[in-house]
């Protein structure tokens, strides 16, 4: 794979976009999210990439990774107008099959195809599948860091927003109560991953978002959390309660360890 190849995976993926332009305001904003994000994406797997040393080769497998990862997200928003999966369709699986449908990767080598593929597919998964190979396991792991980095920035810039001004399928139609469910925040206390189906509220979901950060890979990731201050930020629209504090105060300490770890 070289550079002209990751040119061209750029081409088709910016092309593929222009496909989704619309008068409508917001569908725009909703698309537009999902473009501006795959850059940031882009952007983070540089900096994650560098930090691991990653072989010039590698960084354009995970460059395309990166370029085509939420390709599903715009099909799925124009058939089914959200972006939740789980009243949908699995917009990773969908992106894997429109890679495939549009011979996206047809001039690469088997072994870049079947990396990238596994890891636009799968980037979405509760965890890493143990039965895909190292290498394809680090890619992943790669992705879904720098996809999380983003994702928490969109969410910070999201609830800071006006409701009127927000991409609307953004916050997946999750009802904005003050409540945090006592389960989710258990967990997250405990350092434990919260799945999307335990997720009641607006506030649950940020709390599941913090748990992600038990999730990161790689320490250039963590380096990034701490630096953007995601925790901060996304702790700070949650309620000021007791337990709210405790498992904010769960996720900082095991991402300052990691760091000091590295
Ligand atoms: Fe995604």
Redo the contacts with the bound molecule.
């Keep these: 794979m070289n550079v002209q190849n990751v040119a061209e995976i750029q081409k088709w993926f910016s092309d593929y976009c222009r496909g989704f332009d619309s008068d409508e305001e917001d569908f725009r904003r909703n698309m537009t999210l999902k473009e501006d994000h795959t850059y940031r994406v882009r952007s983070n797997t540089f900096k994650i990439g560098q930090g691991e040393d990653l072989a010039p080769e590698d960084m354009l497998i995970a460059e395309s990774i990166s370029l085509l ?2 390709v ?2 715009f099909e799925q928003y124009r058939q089914f107008k959200t972006f939740r999966d789980s009243v949908s369709v699995n ?2 699986q969908l ?1 894997a099959k429109i890679i495939e449908d549009h011979e996206v990767l047809s001039s690469l080598l088997p072994r870049e195809r079947s990396i990238i593929n596994r890891a636009v597919e799968s ?2 998964a509760f965890s890493v599948p143990g039965d895909f190979s190292e290498e394809t396991q680090f890619f992943l792991k790669l992705i879904r860091d720098a ?1 999380k980095l983003d994702i928490w920035r969109v969410f910070i810039e999201y609830f800071r927003q006006p409701a009127h001004e927000r991409a609307s399928a953004a916050g997946l139609d999750l009802p904005d109560k003050p409540k945090c469910s006592p389960g989710v925040l258990e967990q997250v206390a405990n350092g434990e991953m919260v799945r999307l189906s335990a997720v009641k509220t607006l506030n649950d979901f940020k709390l599941m978002q913090l748990a992600w950060v038990y999730d990161l890979n790689f320490s250039a990731s963590f380096a990034l959390l701490l630096e953007r201050q995601c925790i901060e930020e996304l702790a700070e629209s949650l309620p000021a309660e007791s337990l709210v504090v405790k498992a904010v105060e769960a996720v900082l300490s095991f991402a300052y360890g990691k760091v000091q770890k590295a």
Aim: proline share 0%.
């Design positions: 990862h939420d599903g997200r917009h990773a992106g980037h979405n996809d």
